[in-house]
């Protein structure tokens, strides 16, 4: 039997896994625990299940250390659900929410919220193409907001907030965390919320975690469709009807990987180096890679470029799929090139990356 080929995988989501996650699913996927079941199979009302989305609970609280006033939701509908469930559910009649939006995702999630009732722009960086984040005295909020909404990490711009904008005293931050969860250590304590889709960093795609100051849940009014109700999700364990019981399972390996990894700081120390190596080859080129986002607000997890032409971007593309790299090609909406370094990305894809840059511009510069 041939050994299974693997490349350097650059999507941006869903995106790569671990391979000790993916072959401990292969091992268990046809008899879990001695149960002769598949996780997928078996009841989500099971002792078995019960287990594994428990224990998967224990490992998210103990790996970002979230307080226990906090509940953990294990929700389906992607990040993108969340950004009606939000307003929803935390922003009461009558009342409005500050968005900062720096990209793509936050700029949908405000005009979701939008359309279920009255948000203010704190911050908006469409005018400069979203190549930054704002300096604290650009931001304007409102003391009065329901909650303020930013996102911690822009996929398709590249931007990162290195710290959590200072809100007024009593205004709830909610964070999509999607495309950085867990790449790095989080303060949980300063948020309200925070929402991250599995697929980037956390596991496949088709579970969305949602950590929730349990206060925060008396706002939920009772008129809301039961799954749509933080409350009613919260008080059930995820379990008011069937999770996505597989996607959870991968979770829950993807925390124990994070664990025998050395929890967020060993992560987070891996993601940097990566980061900076691919950095370090763009702004050595001397122009003929060219990043999007300012050095001050770049991201350690999605790097977007561009070349000097399309067509060399085009070749770029291809010629790195030869070569194994693939998922580079730039998100739709803004072209260019993408490299997504998510945690399951090796050190030495980032490495092979690097060299494969430095040749394409030998051979084409």
Not at 10 to 29: C, D, M, R, T
Not at 271 to 295: F, L, V, W
Not at 354 to 360: G, I, L, R, T
Request: net charge negative; with cysteine; charged share 20%.
């Amino acid at each position: 039997m041939s050994p299974i080929k693997r490349v350097h995988n650059f999507n941006a989501g869903p995106s790569i896994l671990p391979l000790p996650v993916l072959e401990k699913a292969q091992a268990e996927l046809l008899d879990y625990a001695g149960t002769g079941m598949s996780v997928m199979e078996m009841s989500h009302r099971s002792k078995e299940f019960e287990a594994i989305i428990q224990t998967a609970e224990a490992d998210l609280r103990e790996l970002m250390g979230i307080p226990a006033h906090y509940k953990v939701m294990f929700l389906q509908g992607g990040a993108s659900l969340q950004f009606a469930m939000v307003p929803m559910n935390l922003r009461p009649e009558g009342a409005s929410a500050d968005y900062v939006v720096t990209g793509s995702w936050s700029r949908t999630a405000m005009k979701e919220a939008a359309k279920l009732g009255a948000v203010r722009t704190a911050f908006n960086g469409e005018g400069e193409n979203y190549t930054r984040l704002p300096a604290k005295a650009e931001l304007s909020f409102d003391p009065k907001a329901a909650y303020v909404h930013f996102c911690h990490n822009e996929t398709i711009h590249g931007v990162e907030f290195k710290s959590e904008p200072e809100v007024p005293e009593g205004v709830p931050l909610v964070c999509d965390m999607s495309s950085d969860f867990l790449s790095q250590p989080v303060d949980v304590f300063k948020y309200g919320l925070i929402y991250a889709g599995a697929q980037k960093n956390a596991g496949p795609a088709g579970v969305t975690i949602v950590i929730i100051r349990e206060d925060l849940l008396s706002r939920v009014p009772g008129n809301l469709p039961a799954l749509l109700n933080y409350q009613v999700m919260a008080e059930s364990g995820s379990l008011h009807n069937t999770p996505p019981c597989f996607a959870i399972y991968m979770v829950g390996l993807v925390l124990k990987w994070l664990k025998d990894l050395g929890g967020l700081n060993a992560m987070y120390e891996i993601n940097r180096e990566k980061a900076e190596m691919i950095y370090k080859a763009i702004d050595g080129s001397g122009g003929y890679y060219r990043g999007h986002a300012a050095p001050e607000a770049r991201s350690i997890m999605n790097i977007p470029f561009r070349m000097p032409s399309e067509e060399l971007e085009d070749l770029f593309v291809k010629e790195a799929k030869k070569a194994d790299l693939v998922g580079l090609k730039g998100h739709r909406s803004v072209g260019g090139l993408r490299a997504s370094i998510y945690n399951a990305l090796p050190v030495e894809s980032a490495r092979a990356l690097v060299e494969f840059m430095a040749d394409f511009q030998q051979k084409h510069g």
